[in-house]
């Protein structure tokens, strides 16, 4: 199982290093990482980022609220399909799709890749298509995204357990190495994607954190700026931080068994890249 992964879009919101830690100019330098796993399945897709449809024609699909707070950087050649080409397959070959939740800089791509299959809790699909209520909520959720998607598959109670944490271990047509975690804060249905890499398991957070400091044991810290716009979306605080304190245990006790990141930090990122390469 080789994975990949992949920068689907860069939010570059005013305020530099009071957003990402380490810019020295004004904009900030936020990713949108997904990834890419190849599988005896066929690909899959942990989350999409932003797609081809939002680069070419950004409104309505997306908020022009979000478009201007976050001061979004569309190029075709950052969507997962571009990406996926580029490493020698076609969209078709996606067969799978598994989101971290629904929210616009998630779930952006996912009908670029109209043979997959998509993958989410059942409490995010019901946020996102029946409860878009409030001002947050409409603009977090953008059905123009995947409206177009005719295969689901959602998942209820998690009955089963990953290092403590309840997981969901049967996703229909996937290997079991891969597993869903819910950890509920952000989103309602927000949850955790693990993979078995062979060499110890790797925990896509989504956006259970925001920034790497949130994870350091001795000295738990977060950019203003990131802190900020984690409260303006977090549905539940309390289960929000109760994921990040439960994260930061689960790295305590098990962190030689296991990689922890989150969808939006940078330096993250580059450090698993630079690992998928073999480089230092």
Not at 13 to 20: A, E, I, K, R, T
Request: one cysteine or more; charged letters at 25%.
């Amino acid at each position: 199982m080789r994975i990949h992964y992949l920068k689907c879009g860069t939010d570059c919101p005013l305020g530099g290093p009071l957003f990402d830690g380490f810019s020295h100019g004004p904009l900030a330098t936020i990713p949108c990482t997904a990834q890419l796993i190849e599988t005896d399945q066929g690909l899959v897709l942990i989350d999409t980022g932003y797609g081809t449809a939002d680069v070419r024609h950004p409104h309505p699909r997306l908020s022009r609220f979000f478009h201007a707070l976050l001061n979004i950087r569309f190029r075709i050649e950052d969507t997962a399909r571009y990406q996926v080409e580029q490493l020698g397959f076609s969209p078709r070959d996606v067969r799978h799709i598994v989101l971290t939740h629904l929210d616009f800089d998630h779930a952006g791509g996912i009908e670029d890749f109209p043979e997959a299959r998509v993958h989410v809790m059942e409490r995010e699909r019901d946020a996102a298509e029946r409860k878009r209520q409030g001002f947050i909520a409409r603009r977090r959720y953008r059905p123009d995204q995947w409206d177009e998607v005719r295969d689901w598959r959602t998942y209820g109670h998690a009955g089963e357990t990953w290092f403590g944490f309840e997981a969901v271990r049967q996703l229909e047509g996937l290997p079991p190495e891969i597993l869903m975690v819910p950890l509920p804060g952000h989103t309602f249905g927000h949850a955790g994607i693990a993979v078995d890499a062979g060499q110890g398991w790797v925990l896509n957070a989504g956006d259970a954190y925001f920034y790497r400091g949130e994870m350091d044991l001795k000295h738990t810290r977060c950019t203003p700026g990131l802190r900020a716009y984690q409260r303006l979306m977090e549905v539940d605080r309390v289960q929000r931080l109760g994921n990040q304190e439960r994260l930061r245990d689960l790295k305590r006790r098990h962190g030689t068994e296991l990689t922890i990141f989150c969808s939006h930090d940078q330096v993250e990122l580059e450090a698993l890249q630079r690992a998928a390469a073999g480089t230092t």
